[in-house]
């Protein structure tokens, strides 16, 4: 009996490796054999006429992390990274309140206003935001109608375009996980809360904030990294004045055909968000520690 219970074991596990394999095949050869390519790529030295030379070297990460202009760049993507996700945030929260604890009939409505920026392509949504901000954009001459404005105003090819572009875009993914996390609280704690003297500020900060933070934790991770990675709304808002490091791992790539710096410049950024991902998960463990 002991023999047949060990074989059985054994066969459960061998029949779940097979469950699993096809998950992991797909993770290989989409994800790992990708990302290995990449390092190896970083490594290779430029070539005259074909994407890289022969040997290996680390001269791509050294003029990266020597150069100002590049680490300029790089913290100009995060901090862009940052003001999208504390915009989204700040915008996102009472929006996922009313609609997680809303009775409304136009509840479907407003799903559906939350939504409609996924239902446009990011292209689409760049040009919508290019014909608003521009300097005879729609904007502007309604500014100057009204007497408000003498000149145009510089909206676009900054920081604030392509800012305000991203929040756009990005805001449904801190809505989303937002709306979950706050539909599963029970309301009722925050009546005793309010029956035992906390005020509005107090029942926020430690009722609702708390259990919510996992929704909220989730929405920033979303938007910073996908903030730091995007690409065409920097290009279409921000022109010539704002560079991110995706657009110089376009320019590398494709426009000068520096293989070797691209991939560098590439595993740079996607390692400098990693360890901002990992900083804010480090951070916020004591408030995930406390819903335990």
Request: proline content about 6%; aromatic content about 10%.
């Amino acid at each position: 009996m002991g023999t047949a219970r060990v074989w059985g074991g054994m066969s459960g596990g061998r029949r779940g490796i097979w469950l699993v394999a096809p998950a992991l095949v797909l993770i290989g050869v989409f994800l790992v054999i990708p990302y290995l390519n990449i390092v190896l790529m970083s490594l290779r030295p430029p070539g005259v006429g074909a994407p890289y030379g022969p040997g290996f070297t680390a001269a791509n990460f050294t003029r990266i992390f020597g150069d100002a202009y590049f680490l300029g760049v790089l913290a100009d993507t995060v901090w862009l990274g940052l003001k999208t996700t504390l915009i989204c945030a700040l915008l996102g929260y009472p929006v996922a309140f009313h609609l997680a604890r809303t009775a409304s009939r136009w509840k479907g409505l407003l799903y559906i206003f939350v939504l409609s920026p996924l239902l446009v392509g990011v292209v689409v949504r760049s040009f919508g935001w290019l014909i608003l901000l521009s300097g005879n954009g729609v904007i502007n001459q309604w500014l100057r109608g009204l007497g408000l404005i003498d000149m145009p105003l510089t909206l676009m090819n900054n920081s604030f375009g392509v800012t305000l572009a991203l929040v756009h875009v990005f805001l449904p993914f801190m809505i989303l996980p937002l709306i979950g996390a706050i539909q599963s609280i029970d309301p009722n704690l925050a009546l005793a809360a309010r029956s035992l003297g906390a005020s509005p500020v107090q029942v926020f900060r430690r009722v609702w904030l708390p259990l919510s933070w996992p929704g909220l934790q989730a929405g920033c991770i979303l938007v910073f990294v996908l903030s730091l990675s995007a690409y065409v709304t920097p290009v279409m808002l921000g022109g010539a004045q704002v560079k991110t490091m995706s657009v110089l791992v376009v320019q590398a790539l494709i426009d000068n055909f520096r293989w070797p710096a691209g991939a560098a410049l590439a595993l740079v950024l996607a390692a400098t968000g990693g360890l901002a991902v990992w900083l804010f998960v480090r951070a916020s463990r004591p408030m995930m520690r406390g819903l335990e």
